[in-house]
């Protein structure tokens, strides 16, 4: 079928999808070039261009990842083209975003299977038949030599060092390697072989996207519309969401899991979860809230049921359904899961001969870090610290424990936080 017998596209009106768009958004530049395309869009019947670049240094999606893939979905419920664009030659590079020091470089094998794994696992938000995926190698592989010099002329080293990261860096003396000055360029060239009409990311990469912006007039084309989304906190409420931190909710976690950890944040984040993880709309959580001011809704069924509409999309409402049942066996009604798992522990680094070899020493962080209890044993230390850590239902803060043979060859029941078992006892 020839372009021109192409059937136009219909799509919601302008302020309808402005309002739709801009939920959770940080920055906007600008909201008046935004509506002028979205009107040209709605007029044309050619869908707006959305990009999202992803440098796939690591396999794993947590929720916190999910708030700018869930504005990707936004913009397919919409009805406008969204690319998934696979940084397979930026993640050659290394984004120094955030960066107090230059970022190791991935191999290729190293970034290609980390994009397969993040590729499946965005899946669960996006639609993988309306999601154009693309590798950037495709034209940053063939720009040659001649073509990056062309593109470094394009912006100047002033203008990079006015960068957070980069002005921290050179103040404090650290060193910028010239790969790094790179990283805005490509990015931003991105945009110009894509044509794109909208660029999106999160907030730390403000930078970088309006790098975009400004060189694309370069290329006899308009200068993308750049919106931000914010970076959401973890579990604890305090730090940002981030694996190191031990505060995540991974997407691939067990619908259990999952369920527990959103009961578990305070009833204050939970509605900045409604807010940037769910498709609820603004109108339908300020009603929410107003319920629960108002007394006629209580926060833990407020809680209940984001916990649920996690769950159910990432692994289906019959699992959200079982999760939830579960929550309220185990929580309601004081029981322990049905499917805990063990622990056999063998003399070595976690598990040591007492004094005089009677009875045995556990340590603790080393436990806990080793079963993936706790990020790391620092984290393992500060769950301790905090009283998060209890055996066969005594809280306990020692980080070495000493535990009589007898005791242990039984098996005690360890709980970290709310919900996370674990039973050991020595092989």
């Given at each position: 079928?020839?372009?021109?017998?192409?059937?136009?596209?219909?799509?919601?009106?302008?302020?309808?999808?402005?309002?739709?768009?801009?939920?959770?958004?940080?920055?906007?530049?600008?909201?008046?070039?935004?509506?002028?395309?979205?009107?040209?869009?709605?007029?044309?019947?050619?869908?707006?261009?959305?990009?999202?670049?992803?440098?796939?240094?690591?396999?794993?999606?947590?929720?916190?990842?999910?708030?700018?893939?869930?504005?990707?979905?936004?913009?397919?419920?919409?009805?406008?083209?969204?690319?998934?664009?696979?940084?397979?030659?930026?993640?050659?590079?290394?984004?120094?975003?955030?960066?107090?020091?230059?970022?190791?470089?991935?191999?290729?094998?190293?970034?290609?299977?980390?994009?397969?794994?993040?590729?499946?696992?965005?899946?669960?938000?996006?639609?993988?038949?309306?999601?154009?995926?693309?590798?950037?190698?495709?034209?940053?592989?063939?720009?040659?030599?001649?073509?990056?010099?062309?593109?470094?002329?394009?912006?100047?080293?002033?203008?990079?060092?006015?960068?957070?990261?980069?002005?921290?860096?050179?103040?404090?003396?650290?060193?910028?390697?010239?790969?790094?000055?790179?990283?805005?360029?490509?990015?931003?060239?991105?945009?110009?072989?894509?044509?794109?009409?909208?660029?999106?990311?999160?907030?730390?990469?403000?930078?970088?996207?309006?790098?975009?912006?400004?060189?694309?007039?370069?290329?006899?084309?308009?200068?993308?519309?750049?919106?931000?989304?914010?970076?959401?906190?973890?579990?604890?409420?305090?730090?940002?969401?981030?694996?190191?931190?031990?505060?995540?909710?991974?997407?691939s976690e067990s619908p259990g899991e999952i369920f527990g950890k959103v009961m578990s944040i305070s009833d204050d984040l939970m509605w900045r979860y409604y807010l940037l993880c769910t498709d609820f709309s603004k109108a339908a959580i300020e009603s929410m809230q107003e319920e629960v001011?108002?007394?006629?809704?209580?926060?833990?069924?407020?809680?209940?049921?984001?916990?649920?509409?996690?769950?159910?999309?990432?692994?289906?409402?019959?699992?959200?359904?079982?999760?939830?049942?579960?929550?309220?066996?185990?929580?309601?009604?004081?029981?322990?899961?049905?499917?805990?798992?063990?622990?056999?522990?063998?003399?070595?680094?976690?598990?040591?001969?007492?004094?005089?070899?009677?009875?045995?020493?556990?340590?603790?962080?080393?436990?806990?870090?080793?079963?993936?209890?706790?990020?790391?044993?620092?984290?393992?230390?500060?769950?301790?610290?905090?009283?998060?850590?209890?055996?066969?239902?005594?809280?306990?803060?020692?980080?070495?424990?000493?535990?009589?043979?007898?005791?242990?060859?039984?098996?005690?029941?360890?709980?970290?936080?709310?919900?996370?078992y674990l039973r050991i006892r020595k092989a």
């Amino acid at each position: 079928m020839g372009a021109g017998s192409e059937k136009k596209k219909q799509f919601p009106p302008v302020e309808e999808q402005l309002a739709y768009l801009k939920k959770g958004i940080v920055d906007l530049f600008t909201e008046e070039e935004l509506r002028d395309r979205l009107q040209a869009s709605r007029s044309s019947g050619r869908p707006l261009r959305v990009k999202v670049g992803f440098d796939p240094s690591a396999p794993d999606i947590h929720l916190g990842h999910t708030v700018l893939l869930r504005k990707m979905k936004h913009f397919q419920d919409m009805g406008h083209e969204v690319t998934f664009l696979i940084g397979d030659f930026t993640g050659l590079i290394g984004d120094p975003t955030g960066r107090s020091r230059t970022r190791p470089q991935l191999t290729r094998q190293e970034v290609l299977a980390n994009a397969e794994t993040y590729k499946e696992q965005a899946f669960r938000i996006l639609s993988p038949t309306e999601t154009k995926i693309r590798f950037n190698s495709e034209w940053l592989g063939e720009l040659g030599a001649e073509g990056f010099i062309r593109l470094a002329a394009k912006y100047n080293v002033a203008r990079m060092l006015e960068r957070r990261d980069f002005r921290k860096r050179y103040a404090a003396g650290e060193s910028i390697r010239m790969h790094e000055f790179l990283y805005p360029l490509v990015q931003a060239y991105d945009s110009v072989e894509l044509r794109v009409d909208v660029e999106l990311g999160g907030t730390d990469q403000l930078f970088n996207l309006n790098v975009g912006r400004d060189i694309m007039p370069d290329y006899n084309l308009p200068p993308q519309v750049v919106m931000t989304t914010p970076l959401l906190e973890g579990i604890d409420g305090s730090e940002k969401m981030s694996k190191s931190m031990g505060n995540t909710i991974g997407i691939s976690e067990s619908p259990g899991e999952i369920f527990g950890k959103v009961m578990s944040i305070s009833d204050d984040l939970m509605w900045r979860y409604y807010l940037l993880c769910t498709d609820f709309s603004k109108a339908a959580i300020e009603s929410m809230q107003e319920e629960v001011g108002k007394g006629t809704l209580h926060p833990r069924d407020a809680k209940v049921r984001l916990a649920r509409e996690l769950v159910s999309g990432f692994h289906g409402e019959t699992a959200a359904r079982e999760a939830e049942e579960e929550f309220q066996r185990i929580f309601t009604r004081g029981g322990v899961p049905e499917d805990v798992p063990e622990a056999c522990l063998v003399e070595g680094p976690v598990l040591e001969s007492g004094q005089g070899g009677h009875g045995w020493v556990i340590h603790l962080p080393v436990l806990l870090a080793a079963e993936g209890l706790a990020a790391s044993r620092s984290a393992a230390r500060r769950l301790l610290a905090q009283g998060a850590v209890s055996l066969d239902g005594r809280r306990v803060q020692e980080e070495h424990l000493e535990m009589e043979a007898g005791r242990l060859r039984q098996g005690i029941l360890l709980k970290v936080g709310k919900r996370r078992y674990l039973r050991i006892r020595k092989a």
